[in-house]
């Protein structure tokens, strides 16, 4: 296990002779991205959760995780190349005319020991989890409602106006609010990303708090 990243690689690879505790992990971490990815693609609400739900049974099956070399990318990137082909093997079989396609989307000629290219828009759908993620966690703050409102595109102004405080106020809560938020976020990251991915990583979330 030493030739691991510490990352969700070496946590997972650590349990996966247990796929109930393995699902349990990735659907918590991941399942929010995936489907929100899948929506984009065009898929009605129904569809998109079917085919989240066979994205995470089909990477939590017996035998899945051990043709899998964690050496070739991050997790996600591998989660994202099994959305996309399910993506794909769903609108195969919605084009054939396949009535009941929840039973048909499959990982057929899927090769899992390939290199996966990653995704700018699936990246940006993680990285909002994970401020979703890191929001949650900080709900008893106070500042962090102020962080919340201009995360929703209200103005300064606007922020002040709903929370009757000064403007001032408004600016050092949101500034107070990002650094605690980043921090929890590193916290957290720190789950998903081996040592070395970490200053990509906050570099995308400064970018999504910009």
């Known amino acids: 296990m030493a030739e691991f ?3 969700i690689w ?3 690879l650590s349990i ?3 796929p109930t505790r393995v699902r349990d992990l990735v659907v918590r971490r991941y399942r929010q991205p995936v489907y929100d990815f899948i929506r984009r693609q065009g898929l009605s609400h129904e569809d998109s959760e079917d085919v989240t739900q066979e994205v995470f049974t089909q990477i939590c099956r017996d035998g899945f995780l051990e043709r899998v070399d964690p050496k070739k990318g991050k997790f996600r990137t591998l989660v994202l190349a099994v959305t996309r082909h399910l993506i794909s093997s769903f609108h195969r079989r919605e084009l054939a005319g396949v009535r009941d396609r929840r039973r048909s989307v499959t990982l057929d000629g899927f090769d899992v ?3 996966h290219a990653p995704d700018g828009d699936f990246d940006d759908l993680w ?4 401020v979703d993620l890191g929001l949650q966690n900080l709900k008893d703050d106070a500042t962090v409602t102020a962080l919340r409102l201009q995360l929703e595109g209200r103005s300064y102004q606007e922020i002040s106006a709903t929370l ?3 403007p001032t ?4 809560h949101i500034h107070r609010a990002k650094k605690k938020l980043k921090a929890e976020i590193e ?3 720190r789950d998903y990303c081996g040592a070395e991915e970490i200053d990509e990583e906050i570099s995308s979330l400064l970018r999504y708090l910009q």
């Open 5 to 7: 990243p510490s990352s």
């Open 10 to 12: 070496t946590t997972i």
């Open 16 to 18: 996966r002779k247990d």
């Open 113 to 115: 020991a390939a290199d």
């Open 127 to 130: 990285v909002k989890n994970l």
């Open 164 to 166: 009757k405080k000064s």
């Open 169 to 172: 106020d408004v600016t050092n």
């Open 187 to 189: 916290r957290l990251m």
